[in-house]
């Protein structure tokens, strides 16, 4: 007999399913209680419940306190078992003490060893956990865990536990009915489909003028649609969520559902307090807070204009068809949902907030059969797997923090881990404690946000470990906040409640530390959803305070900015003639009080703004056309859903001295037109051709790199993807020289990965470039390369076994790259070539070290 996955758990049936169905036959049960040497915090109760000696696999039973455990703390008390019981490999029921729901993971880790002997120490530990019980959703476990049948071996259990499956098939389903409301071709299984469109908008014709307009506003609403759908999923203790099914479920979708349900939802419900509400919302949503953040406020693309009854006035003449609405939510109905962020130890086989950024990235990279070209090719956008974010993302801190504290990097590396202890003084918390609060990451093209996200998941996990209280993060949350009413609601909200310090942590972050650009201003839409889950994720739903305990969202307009990044002002002419500091200073005052507010004071606060902002502009001493940058700053508006034709990180983010950090994958092979070429020819050094020393470059990764360095303060560090011909390109000589003389650390981690690529949609190899600004000459050149010898070489693996051995005196051997100049020959000998010897040393530990 085959489990049903939506009844209560049951230990007797599982052994029974284990015994009878799913393991090997060598499975033997067991019923045994488990002690601990430890304390754990969420852990109760353990009981092994059997062994499979072909799997090398152990299988549990744990009870910890509530479902709502943090999963990540969960998982490393987890973790920790394991080590002490030396189970590299574990099955483990988690069941929770306050609900029917539970958790099947499959846990892993390796051990280190030393001087031949297994310790408990270990490393790359994982979990990954299919949500079952009464709330689940059974098809993604049945198709996994039962159609299947037994488990052959540990690479089919393995596989059976992959997100990347489930990824792929949700994200397929959505795929087809994006194309189905815009028009387009889509291969559905086997075959292409060219599909005519069914949504309208108003005046504007589904033809090849207006379908960006059409694309974007069905990212528009798949993105809203599933950020309210996360909201679902969160609830009070009594178990009342956010947003009822009654209103938001395939059940709900009635005639002209678009008008008479979402966009009352969208515009008048999550973006207006509860109690200035019209009567009939104010009773259909009473459980639904006020959101704020900017996340639905209408704009001019919306076509929300209501008349005084709150009927849309584009009644018949905007059309989300309600049967397409049906299926949109029969898809969301058939998975699981999970309103927390999965990290790389902690993998739920549910969707993710993650998969907004998934959608984004891929719908626009979708062939666009009316114009015969791709949105990819047009932004340079595609998805950067998990991985290969959390390695930039660490690399990247382990320099700021060793750059700014003195601390050694081998002490400074298990910080930056889920798994490993901490050996550091009072004196060095504090040291990190002080460098966090200064740190400014910018990811200059951030698509749907998955490198500033990484970087907030890495920072507070660094705040957890160094300010257990989130005593810091607290005063600085308070400190920040200018308005007394709100101060006070988050003095009373946050102080002594540790189920809300992660809140008070992340908040921080976003507010004083993170920051992103993008062209696409949807992208900066779907980078501020993510950070806006984020933060609900750690918020408390009390059904008896005001709005349900949920505080207003940050506003995000200066932190996430929709703008050219490439396109600079002019700073010879962004000169005073006096300088205005009280001008400056007042700027900043409204931006930082415009993070808290909402209501009437935002919108006070949006018209002193731009008032002010045009005063400043009108200040410098380039008035006049249409081109001087005066006009430009009083054009800017960014409360506005229009990308600026310029970035400016002074004007846009109040900073003037640049960056610690950047880091991002920016497009490339990017268009552009006559005037912008033009621009970057006469304002960047790597783009203009010097005879005999350099041929200039306008690919915009190297643009992004060039803009990059002058970014960055001293000091600062970069990681950027960009394409593997970085070291031999004929081209990238401008580059080269430019960061040879200026930084005292060169890294560039190349991934010729063999059978399939890392983007696996990529048209080009990729490489991973670091660098320090030091304004010193270089000292070290470090490289490595590197493929899968087979498929079960993951890129996890890849990752954990990269070696860089420094480059920089060793020559070129086999095959030389296209060069034409003198210069370029000496500056490739040095950049990225390794000797046959030094392949050879690297292929004793399991890496191939290949000709250029």
């Not at 650390?745 to 030091?774: D, G, H, M, W």
Request: net charge neutral.
């Amino acid at each position: 007999m085959n489990l049903n996955f939506t009844n209560t758990y049951s230990q007797q049936k599982y052994t029974d399913w284990f015994r009878t169905y799913f393991l090997p036959n060598d499975f033997e049960s067991l019923s045994e209680e488990i002690t601990t040497d430890f304390k754990t915090h969420y852990i109760n109760k353990i009981r092994l419940l059997g062994q499979c000696e072909s799997l090398d696999l152990s299988v549990y039973e744990i009870t910890h306190r509530s479902e709502h455990d943090p999963r990540v703390s969960l998982s490393k008390e987890t973790f920790r078992l394991m080590a002490n019981l030396l189970v590299k490999n574990a099955l483990v029921l988690f069941v929770s003490e306050n609900s029917q729901n539970y958790r099947l993971s499959l846990t892993t880790l390796e051990f280190k060893v030393d001087n031949g002997k297994i310790t408990k120490q270990f490393s790359n530990p994982r979990r990954y956990s299919f949500f079952l019980g009464p709330d689940c959703k059974a098809y993604t476990p049945s198709q996994c865990l039962i159609k299947k049948g037994r488990v052959k071996n540990f690479e089919d259990l393995t596989e059976r536990f992959s997100v990347e499956v489930v990824n792929k098939k949700f994200y397929n389903e959505i795929a087809v009915l994006f194309t189905e409301l815009v028009g387009g071709e889509r291969k559905v299984g086997s075959k292409k489909v060219n599909m005519p469109g069914i949504m309208k908008l108003p005046n504007l014709p589904c033809d090849e003028q207006n379908h960006q307009k059409y694309q974007e506003f069905a990212v528009r609403i798949i993105g809203r649609l599933l950020f309210c759908w996360f909201l679902k999923k969160k609830s009070s203790a009594s178990g009342i969520p956010l947003i009822d099914d009654v209103y938001l479920s395939s059940k709900a979708v009635a005639e002209n559902y678009y008008h008479t349900v979402l966009e009352h939802l969208f515009f008048q419900v999550l973006n207006t307090p509860m109690d200035e509400r019209a009567n009939f919302l104010a009773d259909c949503f009473k459980h639904t807070p006020f959101l704020n953040g900017g996340l639905f406020e209408p704009h001019e693309d919306d076509f929300y204009k209501p008349d005084r009854s709150l009927v849309s006035r584009h009644l018949n003449t905007l059309k989300v068809p309600d049967e397409w609405i049906k299926k949109l939510f029969a898809v969301f109905e058939t998975y699981n949902f999970t309103i927390d962020e999965n990290t790389t130890i902690d993998i739920e086989l549910s969707i993710d907030p993650e998969m907004l950024g998934r959608i984004f990235e891929n719908l626009l990279a979708e062939i666009n059969p009316e114009t015969g070209q791709t949105a990819r090719k047009a932004t340079g956008s595609y998805y950067t797997p998990r991985p290969i974010v959390e390695y930039m993302v660490d690399e990247s801190l382990k320099q700021y923090l060793k750059t700014q504290t003195g601390i050694n990097e081998n002490r400074l590396t298990p910080l930056l881990s889920y798994s490993e202890e901490i050996e550091l003084t009072a004196e060095e918390k504090n040291k990190i404690i002080e460098a966090l609060e200064k740190i400014k990451v910018l990811d200059p093209a951030c698509g749907s946000g998955a490198f500033p996200m990484g970087m907030l998941q890495k920072m507070l996990l660094i705040l957890q470990r160094v300010d257990p209280r989130a005593e810091y993060s607290l005063q600085k949350v308070l400190r920040d906040i200018k308005d007394p009413t709100v101060r006070q609601f988050m003095k009373e909200k946050l102080t002594g409640q540790q189920d809300l310090w992660d809140y008070t942590r992340k908040l921080s972050l976003i507010q004083n530390a993170i920051y992103g650009v993008d062209i696409q201003p949807i992208a900066v839409e779907i980078s501020k959803l993510r950070f806006f889950l984020s933060l609900i994720v750690d918020e408390q739903v009390n059904d008896n305070e005001n709005n349900r305990g949920i505080h207003a969202l940050p506003n995000l307009e200066f932190k996430f900015v929709a703008a050219n990044t490439l396109i600079g002002l002019n700073e010879k002419q962004l000169t005073l003639d006096k300088p205005d500091e009280e001008l400056i200073n007042k700027l900043k005052r409204l931006r930082e009080d415009y993070f808290t507010s909402y209501g009437h004071w935002k919108k006070r606060i949006e018209e002193d703004f731009q008032k002010n902002q045009k005063k400043m502009a009108y200040s410098l001493n380039t008035l006049g056309s249409t081109e001087s940058m005066s006009f430009k700053l009083t054009q800017w508006n960014p409360f506005s859903y229009e990308a600026a034709k310029f970035f400016d990180a002074e004007w846009m983010f109040g900073i003037r001295d640049g960056f610690d950090v950047m880091i991002g994958n920016p497009p490339y092979g990017c268009t552009y037109s006559t005037n912008e070429k033009k621009f970057f020819k006469d304002n960047y050094k790597t783009a203009k051709t010097i005879k005999g020393i350099q041929k200039g470059s306008l690919d915009s990764y190297t643009l992004f790199i060039e803009k990059g360095f002058f970014r960055l303060k001293k000091n600062g560090n970069l990681h950027f993807i960009v394409p593997i011909s970085i070291t031999s390109s004929d081209s990238s000589t401008g580059v080269h020289r430019l960061l040879e003389a200026n930084c005292i650390e060169i890294k560039i981690s190349s991934y010729a990965v063999r059978p399939q690529p890392v983007f696996e949609n990529a048209v080009v190899n990729t490489s991973i470039l670091f660098f320090v600004k030091t304004e010193t000459s270089c000292e070290r050149i470090l490289a490595t390369k590197m493929y899968r010898k087979n498929r079960n070489f993951g890129l996890q693996q890849l990752i954990n076994n990269l070696k860089f051995i420094d480059v920089k005196e060793l020559k070129l051997y086999g095959r030389y790259p296209k060069i034409s100049l003198p210069i370029e020959r000496r500056i490739l000998e040095k950049i990225f070539c390794l000797k046959r010897s030094i392949g050879d040393e690297l292929n004793k530990s399991g890496i191939r070290i290949f000709d250029v």
